[in-house]
């Protein structure tokens, strides 16, 4: 078959990924690519601070191992044996890594915190339970701060579930991606069906806030196993629900199919319908959708997230996780301790306008009246976004539409263009 691979189509838009060189997770600062070595890099976590930064409010931390990589995989992970030293070494090298960064003072204002990756349940009851202590000793992991552990089907147990409670976390993330066994296979994870319910049935034995992640425009996958997926994870009462297309990553396996004609290239339009079902179907349930991507019931939006959407500075701890710090004059990302992207205030401001149209809530007055401040042409902007019917003015806020969600790449980049 020929290839017919299309990427970044105006529909295929809802992927959390925002900016063209890092690849911000909606879960986390995690970064994309391969990893040279499974040890964490030195914590350079102060020589890039701009002056006068923002505290950090939220945290993450990556976990770089899985058991197998998914075929369609491009975060930096890399799959090793359970019992390799490499994990031995990356947890001395984190615990290390928050020390250094607690003694720096740069935890004392984090309200959430997230351990993605990778697979942070992978790497085991003792190694998590390490990661953990060392973090109630280094920020106190009250039930103010949001504590989210991204878990595997294959690699949640009870004792782990018990012992990640009673260490302070209070959400669990688990990555189901589909209930349909035919499309688990396909995708190359290493769970099927089953064991995803079980996952979910095991988080809930201590967690109120469990939420799963489900894929669309799986090759195969149909607007009725779609839906069977999403009634699956609601009849399992799960509180919080993120559904996303799948993207074709260049240097996957399934890149390689792909081109090799053996697999069939992302239908865009497929997606769209999946995503407008997850929305009918997810609304009906109770859950409210908060951001372009993500549902919860009332009261379980991830602050994590939302940190991500609203320009709040975070730290990124582990091998390719992303840090972001800013003040008032610019905004700097640092991967690995280097300084991946700066940008000066107008840029800023630019993309604080972009991320909030990611989310239900839109842009506020504040931002709306900085922006008619600093940029001229703003307002014809926005005429521009009212008139393609991509966006709308709800009271005082200015929001997305469905439409400008489907066409995201254009919604967000009128805007990102008002600082190029
Ligand atoms: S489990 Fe997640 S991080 Fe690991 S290979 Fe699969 S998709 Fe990638």
Redesign the pocket.
């Known amino acids: 078959m020929a290839s017919t691979k299309a990427k970044g189509v105006c529909r295929n838009s809802f992927a959390p990924d925002i900016q063209p060189d890092v690849n911000f997770s909606a879960s986390g600062g995690r970064g994309s690519g391969t990893l040279g070595c499974a040890t964490v890099a030195p914590p350079l976590v102060s020589g890039w601070l701009p002056s006068e930064c923002d505290s950090f409010r939220a945290l993450y931390i990556h976990v770089p ?6 075929l ?4 930096a ?1 890399e ?1 090793v044996d359970p019992l390799s030293p490499a994990i031995g070494r990356y947890v001395e090298d984190m615990v290390l890594s928050i020390r250094r960064a607690s003694r720096e003072g740069l935890l004392g204002h984090v309200e959430t915190v997230y351990l993605g ?3 942070p349940t ?1 790497v085991g009851q003792k190694a998590l339970a390490e990661i953990l202590y060392t973090l109630s000793l280094s920020l106190f992991l009250t039930d103010q701060v949001e504590c989210t552990i ?1 878990a ?1 089907p294959d690699s949640l147990t009870l004792p782990l579930v018990r012992d990640l409670w009673a260490l302070g976390a209070n959400r669990i993330s688990v ?1 189901v ?1 589909s209930f349909d066994d035919a499309e688990l296979a396909l ?4 769970h099927d069906a089953d064991a995803a319910c079980r996952a979910v049935e095991l988080a809930h034995d201590r967690f109120s806030n469990v939420s799963v992640d489900l894929m669309c425009g799986i090759p195969g996958q149909t607007l009725a196993t779609f839906e069977r997926s999403l009634r699956t994870a609601i009849d399992l009462g799960v509180s919080h629900v993120s559904v996303y297309p799948l993207t074709i990553e260049e240097g996957t396996p399934f890149d390689r199919m792909v081109d090799a004609g053996e697999l069939s290239d992302v239908d865009a339009d497929f997606q769209a319908d999946c995503m407008e079902l997850a929305s009918e179907v997810l609304s009906d349930a109770g859950m409210e959708r908060y951001e372009v991507a993500s549902y919860a019931k009332p009261g379980f939006a991830c602050r994590h997230n939302k940190a991500y959407w609203t320009g709040v500075s975070y730290l990124g701890l582990g091998p390719s996780a992303v840090s972001m710090a800013q003040s008032a004059h610019e905004r700097v990302r640092v991967q690995d301790g280097e300084v991946v992207e700066r940008l000066d205030a107008a840029q800023m401001l630019a993309e604080d306008l972009m991320l909030g149209m990611r989310m239900t809530c839109g842009i506020g007055p504040d931002l709306l009246e900085s922006a008619r401040i600093v940029f001229p042409e703003f307002e014809a902007a926005v005429q521009v976004l009212v008139d393609k019917a991509l966006a709308r003015w709800e009271g005082v806020r200015f929001v997305s539409t469905k439409q400008g969600w489907l066409c995201g790449n254009e919604l967000y980049g009128t805007l990102l263009d008002l600082a190029p």
């Open positions: 191992f899985c058991k197998r990589r998914c369609y995989c491009d975060f992970t799959a990756g990778g697979t992978f991204e595997n990555g991606q995708l190359g994870r290493v």
